[in-house]
């Protein structure tokens, strides 16, 4: 191998004294150039080569040539070998598989000529990578054998036709016309395909009429099988390439002989029916398992607003509000044979939806299944059951308002008359006893107080009754005035030495939509503050703020005790009024509840929190949002 070395630098260092250009063209060319000698061992090798196989040229230099292949390769090249040089095969190219130094499979085109090499025979092997053109071939097989398989396994019969001559079809379209073999249709002219001469001229007719404008053809024609029976086919044509007609076509053909079937079953369905649809009262309609309304009487029309046309051949749901097959459908969904009585409504053309009373029933026609719907336009008994229950609840309501009234002034007024009554009583008792002034001045505050409550529950009375009755009046209201004067009438009510109230407001001249009535909220909340608060010094802290809310503009105002508090199950009951009685709570308590109708009329909002969070015996925090003028 050293020896063989040394020849191929003595030859190259005297091809590069002497310039060869053809030396030159052969170091630097993209293909690979072996010299081997008769046994095969590798004398020389070009860059092109080495770049190829990944070897250097110095490990290549002495490595026999079968070293370069791949194992399964070995043979077949050997002989290829030996038969080129005895010149029993003329063919100079062949392919083979090299292996690379990293024994990476690479495919190659290779030639063998013998030449003379430095005064002696030897081979010249010429070699190509391939690579690119392998994975071409392969992906055109690939893709060639998928449309093959497309087309085989196709249940439509397709074929390739020039000039109205079958050139190919696939199973499909063999089975569907019964032939044999393929001597039968192939190149053979399409009027095979065809009962008769006139079919065949009317279906060629159209056909060029609609390639020449569209490029494409759909159509229903008559067909005939080798059996001579004769069947209907729908035929879809289109261009191999639109842009050369001669190319030929693509035609695809289904056997539609039982849609047919059914659209002449249908037809005379129909017309059994249609008798029977329009002396019906009610509406009715026909439904396919498909969703699709097949059929409506004049009746429907009437009552939807819609034409035949514009619902036939529609989803039910274009009139059914529960949808069509992405809601329950209680025949196809649920798999019910019929259901009778559902109330229920039915979409109109103007959007509005009148109320039905609905019976469904699955029927057959001619082997099909169909949903047949009968309805009746209940709307006038709807409105009258509407009416009786809209008076039901009008007197109801009336009934417990006066009960409520009664009720209220009856009980609390009678609480009230009772306690002034006592403290009467008890005053006479002790008219003449200088001793008994201070029980005097009590009772006679006692009777103030109570007083003071009958004209508060008087005046509640009259606001609820007022509020109920009448829309609020809104205005805008500077609230900081407004709260400094709710504090003086609740400082002149209680004692000051015990009621201290603070208000932080950020200025003065805030306005907000309130009214006259924001006064008594205010003031009915103080006094809940202070009534229920059993403390020596009873705080109410009053904070007012501006603050957005979805984009509105509102003030907030927070009114913080240290009361009794309230538990988190009643934070939301204190501000409902309901007209029963429960005299158990010692009276009807209206006040939170008159308050909430205030604010709700001034579009405002009203809620309780703990003062501190979490624990409620630490007093509330009552917090009134009102929108900011």
């Known amino acids: 191998m050293n020896e ?23 170091d630097n060319a993209n293909e690979g150039f072996i010299i081997t000698d008769s046994r095969g061992n590798i004398l020389y090798c070009n860059k092109g080569t080495s770049i190829l196989i990944g070897y250097d040229n110095n490990e290549l230099l002495g490595m026999n040539f079968e070293n370069l292949l791949h194992p399964d390769e070995v043979t077949k090249v050997t002989n290829t070998f030996k038969n080129r040089v005895v010149g029993d095969n003329q063919t100079n190219r062949y392919e083979t598989i090299f292996l690379s130094k990293n024994k990476k499979e690479i495919p190659v085109e290779y030639s063998i000529t013998e030449i003379i090499w430095k005064g002696v025979k030897n081979i010249l092997i010429t070699i190509c990578d391939i690579s690119d053109r392998k994975e071409a071939q392969k992906a055109l097989i690939d893709s060639e054998k998928l449309l093959d398989d497309i087309l085989t396994a196709s249940s439509v019969g397709i074929a390739y036709s020039v000039d109205r001559k079958i050139i190919w079809a696939n199973e499909s379209m063999v089975k569907l016309f019964g032939f044999e073999s393929e001597e039968m249709y192939k190149n053979k002219d399409t009027r095979i395909l065809y009962p008769n001469e006139n079919e065949y001229t009317r279906v060629g007719k159209i056909t060029y009429e609609q390639l020449t404008s569209t490029g494409k053809v759909e159509l229903d024609a008559k067909l005939q099988r080798r059996d001579g029976s004769i069947f209907d086919a729908h035929i879809r044509v289109n261009l191999l390439k639109p842009d050369e007609p001669k190319k030929g076509m693509i035609v695809s053909i289904i056997d539609i002989t039982k849609r047919k079937q059914a659209e002449l079953k249908l037809k005379e369905s129909e017309k059994r029916f249609r008798a029977l649809y329009e002396n019906i009262a009610g509406g009715t309609l026909i439904i396919g398992n498909d969703y699709r309304i097949k059929d409506v009487n004049d009746r429907t029309c009437e009552i939807t607003g819609y034409t035949k046309d514009e619902l036939i051949g529609q989803l039910c749901d274009i009139v059914c509000p529960k949808g069509s097959a992405s809601e329950s459908c209680p025949i196809w969904e649920e798999n019910l044979d019929e259901f009778k009585g559902m109330d229920t409504a039915i979409k109109c053309k103007n959007r509005k939806k009148n109320p039905i009373l609905k019976n469904a029933k699955r029927i057959k026609i001619e082997n099909e299944s169909y949903i047949l719907e009968n309805f009746q336009d209940i709307s ?20 417990n308002k006066s009960d409520f009234y009664k009720d209220l002034l009856a009980h609390d007024m009678g609480n009230i008359l009772s306690n002034i009554m006592s403290s009467i009583q008890l005053i006479e008792i002790s008219r003449n006893k200088a001793e008994d002034d201070e029980i005097k001045e009590k009772l006679l505050k006692l009777i103030k107080t109570q007083v003071q409550r009958g004209a508060s529950l008087i005046s509640n009375v009259r606001k609820l009754s007022f509020l109920e009755e009448k829309e609020v009046s809104i205005k805008n209201i500077e609230i900081t005035s407004l709260l400094e004067n709710a504090i003086e009438l609740i400082r002149s009510r209680f004692n000051q030495s015990n009621v201290k109230i603070k208000i932080d407001t950020p200025q003065k001249g805030i306005k907000v939509k309130g009214g006259d009535l924001l006064l008594d909220v205010f003031e009915n909340i103080l006094i809940n503050a202070i009534i229920h608060n059993h403390n020596d010094i009873k705080k109410i802290w009053i904070e007012v703020f501006p603050i957005k809310k979805d984009k509105e503009k509102y003030v907030r105002l927070e009114f913080k005790d240290n009361a009794v508090g309230i538990i988190d199950d009643r934070k939301t009951e204190i501000f409902e009024r309901s007209y029963k009685k429960d005299k158990s709570t010692g009276g009807m308590g209206i006040g939170l509840s008159l308050v909430k109708m205030i604010i709700d009329g001034y579009d405002g909002k009203i809620w309780v929190e703990d003062r501190i969070e979490g624990d409620h015996t630490k007093g509330s925090n009552f917090i009134i949002l009102l929108k900011e003028v």
């Open 380 to 399: 006038e008994r709807k409105r009258t059951e509407e009416m009786l229950r809209e008076s039901e609840i009008k007197y109801r309501e009336a009934y």
């Open 4 to 26: 063989h070395k040394q020849d191929f630098n003595n030859s190259k260092e005297n091809l590069d004294r002497n310039e060869d250009p053809f030396q030159i063209i052969v």
